[in-house]
């Protein structure tokens, strides 16, 4: 596990994190997938489609992440056209429309913070130069093409692990296979939180198919939340983080 994560911000006005069992209706979580963030670095790295799910898989590559905004959810109608030929892109004679789900945030924007640390220090030296200097090989965007964002480059912290009994207070989302089993402290929880507990693709394996689902805890007023867990945690900035 590296000693050392690089911080930066994703901040956008919408974003779609389809949900892997939804059907035709398109879904969405509220919080990108561990897939979505793999997807993103790999835009700023440079990968080629499908060409990265080993290299950032989750023995390589670990990600934490903090949701920063309250999120809303609305739903739209899209037309979707079936193309077989050239001329239909101008004269479609057949469409469906799809009810499509969008994540919005409370304000102005949405705004989620990632924890991100690989096992080569090179890798990581260069993702950190380009967050930094905003030289991305394919522009970012929040799960679908439609809704771009900015990476905003926050620090490159120190990590330090932490093991403990009692209950701690993690602030990104928790991947409950971490956690002990009735392991949330509900005496220390109050009408402010929302918790949400959502089951993620993990990893993938080649052509998009799902290695690896997990199931996760955020709250959605973007909370800490105090649980008590049956692994480490790590601590940086004083936030106690869990990786994805």
Known sequence: ??????????????????????????????????????????????????SYYSELNSEKLQLALQKLTKTRKIIQSLNYMKITTKKHFTEPTEHTQIPFEIIMGEGDSLKYRVYLSHCD????????????????????????APFSCKLEYVNREKV???????????????????????????????????????????????ERVIKEVNSYLFDENCNPIPIVLDDSYYQVRGTNILYM
């Open 1 to 50: 596990m590296a000693s050392e994560v690089v911080i930066f911000d994703i901040v956008g006005c919408m974003g779609h994190f389809r949900k892997y069992y939804t059907n035709s209706s398109s879904l969405s979580y509220s919080v990108p997938t561990r897939t979505n963030l793999i997807g993103l670095v790999a835009g700023v790295m440079g990968y080629q489609r499908d």
């Open 121 to 144: 220090p090179t890798f990581l030296k260069e993702f950190e130069e380009r967050i930094k200097n905003k030289k991305y090989f394919f522009p970012p965007y929040l799960g679908a």
């Open 160 to 206: 330090e692990k932490v093991r403990v009994n009692d209950s701690v207070y993690i602030s990104t989302v928790i991947p409950l296979d971490k956690v002990k089993h009735k392991g949330l402290d509900f005496k220390k929880l109050n009408f402010e939180y929302a918790l949400v507990k959502e089951k993620m693709p993990r990893d993938f394996e080649g």
